[in-house]
């Protein structure tokens, strides 16, 4: 299919309605065959499980044009089973997880001429979604669902694309011990939108939170994961049951051992030890890696010897090795690459 006549090189990370989505509704116990619609818009009951207590969930990846032509996406199964595990949280049926899979590849076929061009530095986002449609009024979980797929071009989820962040540790909790800070639920999205507008009014890219119940370790931001570099060379990344196990943190932890002979771990990372890195980055399938050159703690700098000018070295050969895989130009690990066409 011939590709649109869009500016590929100044998409922004933001939501331009394409061609086809796929829509499939449960009832009375059961998901239908599901369709591809047209119809960007969707009507539902003022008294909707999603509209009255927040039962809605999603999941983000993206969609890639090879340097051969080709269309790709990137390990879309540990997508499906993310949002799987999400929804026996929530109280949501399952959509099972070949044919999320099998939803996701009709999405990005029926729309490939809205997969932006091999480096024109854009990629298709592909957003699948669950919500409680049918009426609720007690607090009970809906009786009826809707599994949603979309997808838009997008460009650099920060602007500036690869410019180094600025980040602040912030006072609000983005998620509670035992609660849904390891799970794709709307409401975490809902209830870090107060802390983000106030980050960016204070001039800071993104927040740090810490661990809600003795704010002493570092968790995540609020829509990706740390990576830090030590002064030796070593990756480290925070490990925390409340927050989100990102698909691109464990594959970069793989490319970090197996690609490039460092020594990755995982492990809880004292607030304390972040001035002593030598480089910090936030990943996540919308950041990808993007580096982050200082984080402000109460008027406290902690600035990395990265720098404001460029990402780190280790940081970017991550950034190089996981981007030539999932556009191609690496040889991917087995069952990491989803041909679509
Ligand atoms: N953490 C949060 C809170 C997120 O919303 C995301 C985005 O999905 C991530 C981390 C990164 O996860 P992934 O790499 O699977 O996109
Ligand atoms: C993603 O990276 O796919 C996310 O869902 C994060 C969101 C903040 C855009």
């Known amino acids: 299919m011939e590709k649109k006549n869009i500016d590929w090189g100044n998409l922004g990370f933001g939501y331009m309605p394409t061609t086809k989505r796929f829509v499939s509704n449960y009832k009375d ?8 619609s047209t119809d960007a818009t969707v009507q539902i009951s003022e008294c909707a499980g999603v509209l009255q207590y927040s039962q809605s969930c999603f999941e983000g990846l993206k969609a890639y044009t090879t340097e051969d032509g080709r269309i790709v996406c990137f390990r879309p199964d540990l997508n499906a089973a993310r949002m799987a595990d999400t929804c ?3 109280e949501m049926p399952v959509y099972p997880e070949d044919t999320w899979v099998e939803a996701v590849k009709q999405v990005v076929a029926a ?11 854009a990629t298709l986002y592909i957003r699948p979604f669950m919500f409680g449609s049918g009426p609720v009024i007690g607090v009970s979980p809906s009786g009826e669902y809707q599994f949603r797929v979309f997808c838009t071009p997008v460009g650099p989820y920060f602007k500036g694309g690869v410019k180094p962040l600025t980040i602040r540790v912030s006072d609000y909790d983005r998620a509670a011990p035992h609660g849904t800070g390891h799970i794709k639920a709307g409401l975490n999205y809902a209830m870090s939108l107060h802390a983000i507008v106030e980050a960016h009014e204070q001039g800071y890219d993104e927040n740090m939170y810490l661990d809600a119940a003795t704010r002493t370790k570092v968790e995540e931001t609020g829509g990706a994961n740390f990576i830090f570099v030590t002064k030796d060379g070593k990756v480290v990344t925070p490990k925390s049951d409340s927050i989100l196990p990102s698909i691109t943190r464990r594959s970069l932890m793989y490319v970090a051992k197996e690609y490039l002979g460092l020594e990755a771990e995982e492990r809880e990372v004292p607030f304390d030890e972040v001035k002593e890195f030598a480089e910090c980055g936030l990943c996540g399938t919308a950041a990808v890696i993007s580096p982050v050159g200082k984080i402000v703690d109460h008027g406290k700098e902690i600035c990395l010897p990265s720098g404001m000018t460029d ?3 280790v940081t970017k050969k991550l950034y190089d090795t996981l981007t030539g895989i999932q556009m191609g130009s690496i040889k991917a690990p087995e069952g990491w690459i989803c041909e679509i066409c």
Request: charged share 20%.
């Open 29 to 36: 116990g059961a998901w239908d065959e599901g369709y591809l």
């Open 88 to 90: 026996r949280r929530l």
């Open 111 to 121: 729309n490939s001429d809205y997969v932006p061009p091999y480096g024109s530095g």
């Open 311 to 313: 990402m780190g070295p």
